[in-house]
């Protein structure tokens, strides 16, 4: 399994850590001096007190933590977070509330997931047409249910 090494200033003194051998995401916790509670329907900002120095062609993706979105609807406002290389302020999760009960982030508690990726940048060539495949420009649901 490849590594990269990434320089991490935390406020608290904890970092993300993979909670198993096979896990492809680090859990980002809160970082609060107050709790905070998402009515439903509502969103809010969650700091995690980490800040993170990744190194050129190395993104830092924020995803939902599957167990908050199935038991209490809570996602993450954006789908999947981006943070690029050249980012230097606070992780922060744009949580909302998809759920029917009012849901309470607490200082520590896990709220998202961080996964460390690859990724590369694009050239565009200008063109009349694109070849031609099978598939051709069948789109959403083209193959049925």
Known sequence: MEHVTIRICSRSGRVPEYET???????LRADLTE???LAPGSRALIPTGIFVELPQGIEAQVRARSGL?????????NGVGTIDSDYRG???VPLI??????FTVCGGDRIAQLVIAR???ADWQPCEQLSATSR???GFGHTGV
């Open 21 to 27: 051998e096979g896990s492809a995401g680090m859990d």
């Open 35 to 37: 709790d905070i509670t």
């Open 69 to 77: 979105a199935v038991k209490y609807g809570i996602g993450l406002v």
């Open 90 to 92: 606070e992780i922060k």
């Open 97 to 102: 509330n998809w759920g029917e009960k009012p």
């Open 119 to 121: 990724f590369l940048r």
């Open 136 to 138: 051709g420009e069948g």
